[in-house]
């Protein structure tokens, strides 16, 4: 299916993203649910690496309702529903305190990435653009 046939529904009436976002998460598919848009991309990789061990009942339930978007507002918010507690900071990238992650970081161009991990010393990221 492609990503124009998700956006519509019966008789071609688009479908808010939310209502997308909700039928992938119903199915299991996690690469559509990641496709609608680099946060909704940014949800799972940040779930494995905090250790979630959740149901799907929980992230359906959380979801914004009637939403032609899903930002990282939506996805703090989500979070948030889940019990993970966020905040905003600034930080220059040599600076990054290694107890932050993992964490969400928002490049000063909108691109999206999740740092996961320290190893050695590098940090092992999600690049939600690329979905890898």
């Known amino acids: 299916m492609t990503k124009?046939?998700?956006n519509?529904?019966?008789a071609g009436s688009f479908r808010p993203m939310t209502e997308r976002l909700a039928d992938a998460l119903r199915a299991g598919d996690k690469e559509a649910f990641a496709a609608e848009s680099p946060a909704a991309a940014c949800l799972?990789?940040?779930?494995?690496?905090?250790?979630?061990r959740g149901f799907d009942r929980s992230l359906l339930e959380s979801l914004p309702?009637?939403?032609?978007?899903?930002?990282?507002v939506d996805l703090r918010n989500l979070?948030?529903?889940?019990?993970?507690e966020s905040r905003e900071m600034a930080i220059q990238g040599a600076h990054l305190n290694s107890e932050l992650l993992p964490c969400l970081v928002?490049?000063?161009d909108g691109s999206l990435f999740v740092l996961l991990e320290e190893v050695g010393d590098e940090v092992r990221l999600f690049?939600?653009?690329?979905l890898s």
């Open 4 to 6: 124009t046939e998700r």
């Open 79 to 84: 979070l948030a529903d889940l019990g993970y």
């Open 8 to 10: 519509q529904g019966e």
């Open 65 to 72: 309702h009637f939403a032609d978007n899903f930002d990282v």
């Open 127 to 130: 690049d939600a653009q690329s």
């Open 44 to 52: 799972f990789p940040l779930l494995n690496a905090l250790g979630w």
């Open 106 to 108: 928002e490049h000063s």
